[in-house]
């Protein structure tokens, strides 16, 4: 899917809310995060955020993220926020539509954010007057997480989980952040033949025997697969080997 999205305000006269958090750099960080993990998912993504200069009027900053995700064609616009209203007066996530097909998203961003954090989910909320869900020609939808001047809000705020819930919502898919760590591949050690070689001095009475070895080190040897090498000027080395695809060796000292 072509996925077209903006970080609230952040230029000029387009400036965002102040509390216990800003939104302007709140947006910017978990915002950052659903873009990477919608990228994970194989979406693409086009940033519709005008820059921080030069400043913009707010009438400019609209009409910029608008005519720049129309111009892209995108199938879903997501405008990236964090709500305020008055110190420790309101709380929950909730997310703006103005179409049907906006609300399906708002309805399951809202329960995963709710789910996740455990924000009050205040249930998606139908705006209308909104610039960028009206005149943007995809679908829109503007997130608004939590309260940034509502303490008990702000003590959930999360932005990898909160990231997370929104691409769950809006993909039903759930993807980490973290690298993946690829799994140590463990290749079997060979197995040998368990019979003397010729040309050592095998010790009398004993399967055991000395081999005397090209590089001048000398091996005592088991067998083929465990034995003790002995090194002039180096440390002994130990080599083992259970002739069923497991052994190794070590240096001794």
């Known amino acids: 899917m072509i996925i077209t999205y903006d970080f609230g305000h952040g230029t000029g006269e387009d400036r965002g809310a102040e ?11 978990y915002g950052a995060l659903v873009i ?3 990228q994970q998912l194989g979406h693409t993504c086009y940033d519709c955020t005008p820059s921080a200069s030069p400043g913009l009027s707010l009438g400019q900053s609209l009409a910029y993220r608008v005519n720049k995700a129309n111009s892209i064609g995108s199938q879903l616009h997501i405008c990236m926020h964090v709500n305020a209203y008055e110190t420790d007066k309101a709380n929950g ?7 049907a097909s906006g609300k399906e998203y708002a309805d399951r961003v809202c329960s995963e954010m709710s789910s996740e954090l455990g924000f009050r989910n205040r249930g998606s909320q139908l705006r209308n007057g909104l610039y960028v869900l009206k005149y943007t020609n995809m679908t829109a939808i503007l997130i608004e997480p939590f309260f940034c001047d509502t303490k008990s809000d702000c003590d959930k705020y999360d932005p990898e989980k909160l990231a997370t819930a929104i691409v769950k919502g809006i993909t039903g898919q759930t993807v980490s952040s973290q690298p993946t760590v690829p799994k140590p591949v463990i290749q079997p050690v060979p ?4 019979t003397i070689p010729e040309g050592v001095f095998q010790i009398p009475g004993t399967k055991f025997y000395i081999e005397p070895r090209a590089d001048g080190d000398m091996g005592i040897h088991l067998d083929r697969g465990n034995y003790l090498v002995l090194r002039k000027g180096g440390a002994p080395v130990v080599v083992y080997n259970n002739n069923k695809g497991q052994g190794g060796s070590k240096v001794l000292f």
């Open 19 to 29: 509390g216990y958090r800003n939104e302007e750099h709140d947006c910017r960080e």
């Open 36 to 38: 990477k993990k919608l």
């Open 93 to 99: 996530c909730e997310v703006e539509y103005i179409s």
């Open 191 to 194: 197995k040998y033949p368990e």
